[in-house]
């Protein structure tokens, strides 16, 4: 069972990034007094006693000219009732119920989904408490009172949620699969290559980009292991929000990227590298997770001698920053070399999750500085003092030296050549922390 999800909806100016990030603990969404500041959605990670759950921060719905709910609200509305399993509210007790807040209500009677109605900047509980009674109009039940400005009756919310949220029983069995993120633009084959491993046509697949409408977790077990395969869905059509499509699948595959171990990065072949390819890699790449790129429909693709090297070649040069990331050139339709990204699967994810002795990592250092010295600057030299894993999930070294100015990039990324060169790393990331360490006789 993945991590629940909670998002917060409401009209703008209500408070929402607020509270958003007082329950995240930094400051992750935009706050400020203009509506609408939020234009993006926005995620994180928090728990309360002990439960982990998902908080998605909306953009502010809002009116639009003469239309109550306009395609924006609409859009936003739908977002926060299909991704999410708890919906919280957000009312402005300031402004009293208003005829969006009315409109957003309607709509979420007609969802199956548990809603919190939470009533903001009750600064003084027993001076507005007649003014919160008007929001029991709205027919969804008790709103309950808070200040995200000034984090009152907040623990309160949080304990409803606790409560609220779908019990989380089989995290040990979960820890025993590999969770496969299977990412990529629309129409690229991402459902059709779920159903030939699975053997069943478990996820409706068609030639209009967009179908898949939710996201949906197949378990499978074979020879290789246990996986968990997460399909990123995108949402259906609709006319003059393009913009917020896009906004929406991205939203959607960070969400699906955070809870994988391991992201299959599908790229159309007969399309090549695009540049919504580019942003979607960005993401799994950003996020620290082992990657396999995958090219799809390779038996529809005219090849040639020397077709396969050239087209590797050419993805390589247009997802630089994926050079650790292996290709495998497949196709979902016939099945064509799928059962090699099990392989693949279980490799990139034992990497990213690999650790290395401290002892191991500082003899490895000493040769890599015996080689190439590191630079200096001004007369002063770069000294490196030693390396530590002080992370996995990706692989993450700190590295303590004499000065972070000295440590240019190109020697950090020598020593992650160094690293590569010596322990692999296949399909993972490497992340490079320099922390600088002052010693007495240093200059």
């Known amino acids: 069972m993945s991590k629940p999800t909670v998002a917060i ?18 400051r992750k969404a935009i706050v400020g007094d203009t509506p609408g500041m939020t234009r993006d959605r926005i995620y994180g990670e928090t728990n309360w006693r ?8 909306t953009g502010g719905i809002e009116e639009k000219s003469e239309d109550v709910i306009s395609s924006q609200m609409l ?24 005829s969006v807040d009315k409109e957003i209500a309607l709509m979420l009677k007609k969802a199956n989904k548990k809603i919190i109605l939470v009533c903001n900047k009750v600064d003084d509980f027993k001076k507005l408490e007649n003014d919160i ?32 949220l779908p019990k989380q029983d089989d995290e040990d069995e979960e820890d025993e699969k590999i969770k496969v993120a299977i990412i990529g633009k629309p129409n690229v084959g991402k459902s059709s290559l779920i159903n030939k491993i699975l053997g069943e046509n478990r996820l409706i697949v068609s030639t ?40 929406y699948s991205i939203l959607r595959t960070n969400l699906a990227i955070e809870r994988a171990d391991v992201c299959i990065l599908m790229i159309d072949a007969n399309e090549g590298i695009t540049e919504q390819d580019t942003k979607i890699a960005g993401l799994a790449h950003e996020a620290g997770k082992a990657v396999i790129i995958a090219i799809n429909k390779w038996d529809e693709y005219n090849k040639e001698n020397g077709t396969l090297e050239s087209y590797t070649k050419d993805v390589y040069n247009k997802l630089a920053y994926l050079s650790y990331a292996p290709i495998v050139f497949i196709s979902a339709k016939t099945g064509q070399r799928v059962e090699k990204l099990f392989e693949m699967i279980n490799k990139v994810s034992n990497f990213n999750s690999m650790r290395i002795s401290t002892s191991d990592l500082n003899e490895l250092l000493a040769e890599a500085i ?3 010295q590191p630079p200096t600057d001004k007369g002063r030299r770069l000294k490196i003092y030693y390396m530590t894993q002080v992370s996995t999930k990706p692989p993450t070294f700190a590295v303590f030296v004499n000065s972070k100015k000295l440590f240019h990039f190109s020697y950090e990324r020598y020593l992650v050549n160094k690293l590569r060169q010596e322990y692999d790393f296949c399909g993972t990331p490497i ?6 360490r002052k010693e007495k006789d240093d200059d």
């Not at 909806?9 to 990034?17: A, C, D, L």
């Not at 027919?139 to 919310?157: T, Y």
């Not at 290789?224 to 913009?243: P, Q």
């Not at 992340?431 to 600088?436: A, D, G, H, P, S």
């Open 370 to 372: 015996s080689i190439v």
């Open 50 to 57: 002990g439960r982990k759950f998902t908080l998605i921060d």
């Open 208 to 247: 209009i980009a967009g179908t898949t409408r939710d996201a949906i977790d197949s378990d499978f077990e074979n020879e290789h292991g246990k996986y968990t395969f997460i399909d990123t869905a995108g949402l259906r059509r609709h006319n003059k929000v393009e913009e917020d499509i896009e906004k």
């Open 9 to 26: 909806i409401g009209k703008p100016n209500v408070g929402k990034s607020t509270f958003f990030n007082y329950l995240i603990g930094e």
């Open 431 to 436: 992340r490079i922390l320099v922390r600088e």
């Open 75 to 98: 859009i936003q509305a739908e977002i926060a009732i299909e991704l999410s399993d708890l919906i919280i509210f957000m009312t402005d007790v300031k402004t009293g119920v208003t």
């Open 133 to 164: 009674y008007e929001f029991y109009n709205l027919g969804l039940g008790e709103p309950h009172p808070i200040s995200s400005a000034n984090a009152k009756g907040i623990g309160d919310i949080l304990d409803i949620i606790y409560e609220e």
